[in-house]
């Protein structure tokens, strides 16, 4: 026997007292590997809303522009910085060589104003090849076609921006905008659909969709040339990508004040401080969580070492140390912390899993966010964190009232107990 | 040669502003291989001696020395090394750990004497629950035993460490007579057969006339000691 089955035997004499405590670390390590799934899942499932609409995994722009500058829904008028036609064959010629690449696209993005009849609205433009496939996944479609690769002329509308102009599909809408020379043209597109960007239309981002020729008639753009070229990299390869192009570049005269190349967790900083409200508010009922088990548990160290109060004068007047003593509590909290941590681990894994096998439909307005099925992923990393929060709460919050307990003067003790 | 020693020793209790002596300028020796009580009514100070002789408790003036060494110089960790390796006890209410068997109760001492190999940690628990009867009983838990066999246990566990000195706080006060004196006639054999020091307290005259001294107490003093043989 070591002094650990004393802690054992403890632990299993005092059942339900374990039971109420284990209660609490089984809730705080599930909820806490629920919502740490839950939070990844948005976050990834938001990372992957913009990268499909907007910005891709890489985007390749004119350097000396700023990240925000090319994720603000909010351009300045007018001042468009772009990629001439030489320098988007260079590119063009370095992506094709890479291996590390799934696909790539060319765009032109700028701001302009959509107007029928007196009613306008002001929008951002996303001129791409409509065989994209990417923009197709996150611009849900209510009604209508996507663009027709075959015409210049189409453009997708937001539902919120057609009811307010008052088209539907089919109808023809102004788009006004500045050109780069900075003079204003106005020209004609049939709205080919209408519909909104999956989980991005509660961030108030409306896109417009129409083709690369759409859109040079907009900015004067000459053929080749592009405001930016975004790039959909292999899993999980975007930042060794993004460095081999910069790399790439530069020899080919290119350095970053030329081409910037950025990856999506770069550009993302207005999602992620989106998102972190979203964090915040799951992580404070967490923490709230994580609380109350930490008053159980110095409650119940507290509870026990009034209970044992004999039988640790007793340990203490054959030698133990008030330290020996101590470890003698913190092995029952870890033992017990184990027990429903283990629990919590395999009852929270198997509910994920199953959840993201059956998804799990979602109404207005969380379905703005998390979209209309909500397919929970389980994620290994999560695991470690979670061990880390259960078990660095569990011990710290036992620590103090286990040596409070133990060092009692066996004297006292061994008088109330005779 | 001396094992105990206590030299003018008082102890007193703070209770709020008020303080209440418990010993008052004792001067006691016991020699090694004794077996003394301490007699005395309820609250003539009996368990604070014990209490002091067994590192428990400091005395408020005086001097307590154990063999050579003087208590008051030592630090904690050499008090727990002195309860451990030179001092057994025995509680009145026995002091077993409930959810520990027989065997683990005994065994609980010498698990913290690094030491004490695991083969002969299980030599002397087996030599000192033969040497008490109880080992056939060696995997019941307390509650399975009768008052007597729980002190027994306890006395078991008082001398795996082979102490010096084993100190017993009225050992047979929760016993009937006849089992009590089962006890105290226990540990005289135990006292004849390894040479430890026995000293006990009790308030029972059958019991103390066993001694080979009695120290009497009376409200924290020392008013007598008989040699009885």
Known sequence: ?418 | MSTVILQEVSKSYELGRTSVPALRGIDLEIQEGEFVTMAGASGSGKSTLLNLIGCLDVPTTGEVWIGDTLVSDLDDKQLNETRLRQIGFIFQSFNLIPVLNVYENVELPLLIMKEVSKKERKKRIDYFLNAVGLSSFADRKPSELSGGQRQRVAVARALVTKPRIVLADEPTANLDSKTGIEIIELMQQINKREKTTFIFSTHDPKVMQRANRIFHLVDGKIEKVENIR
């Open chain 1, 1 to 418: 026997m070591n002094i650990f089955k004393l802690s054992r035997k403890n632990v299993f004499e005092s059942w339900r007292r374990s039971m109420s405590l284990g209660t609490f670390i089984f809730l705080a390590t599930f909820l806490l590997l629920f919502f740490t799934s839950f939070i990844s899942t948005m976050q990834n499932d938001l990372n992957q809303a913009i990268s499909n609409s907007l910005s891709g995994d890489i985007q390749l722009r004119q350097g000396g522009t700023t990240e925000g500058d090319m994720l603000s829904l909010k351009g300045k008028w007018g001042q468009m910085a772009y990629l001439e036609q030489k320098t988007v064959a260079t590119i063009e010629t370095l992506l094709n060589e890479n291996d590390n690449m799934e696909s790539y696209t060319k765009r032109i993005r700028n701001d302009a104003m959509l107007s029928k009849g007196s009613t306008k609205q002001h929008s951002m433009v996303i001129g791409l090849d409509p065989s994209l496939e990417a923009y197709k996944k996150a611009f849900i479609l209510t009604e209508g076609s996507y663009l027709n690769p075959n015409r210049t002329d189409e453009v997708l509308l937001p539902k919120n921006y057609a009811d307010k102009l008052g088209v539907k599909v089919g109808d023809s809408v102004d788009l006004i905008a500045a050109t780069k020379d900075n003079k204003e043209v106005t020209v004609s597109f049939i709205v080919a659909g209408t519909g909104q960007v999956d989980r991005l239309a509660s961030f108030s981002f409306y896109p417009v969709y129409t083709s690369l020729q759409g859109s040079q008639a907009l900015t004067g753009f000459r053929a080749g040339e592009m405001t930016d070229i975004i790039v959909y990299a292999d899993k999980g390869k975007s930042d060794k990508l993004s460095n081999e192009l910069q790399a790439a570049l530069s020899t080919k005269g290119l350095d970053s004040n030329a081409v910037k190349v950025s990856t999506l967790s770069e550009m993302g900083g207005f999602l992620n401080s989106i998102i972190s409200i979203y964090v915040g508010i799951l992580y404070a009922f967490i923490g709230i969580l994580l609380v109350i088990m930490a008053i159980l548990i110095i409650n119940l160290i507290f509870m026990m070492g009034l209970e044992r109060r004999s039988e640790i004068g007793t340990l203490r007047a054959i030698g133990y140390s008030r330290n020996r003593i101590v470890m003698i509590f913190l092995g029952e909290i870890f033992i017990i912390t184990t027990i429903f941590f283990v629990i919590g681990l395999i009852i929270g894994i198997a509910l994920i899993l199953l959840l993201s096998q059956l998804g799990i439909p979602l109404g207005a307005p969380l379905d703005l966010v998390l979209g209309k099925v909500f397919n929970i992923q389980f994620d290994w990393s999560q695991v470690l964190m979670v061990f880390m929060i259960i078990y660095g709460f569990a011990l710290v919050s036992s620590l103090y009232p286990s040596i409070k307990s133990a060092s009692v003067k066996p004297a006292e003790t061994l008088r109330e107990g005779s």
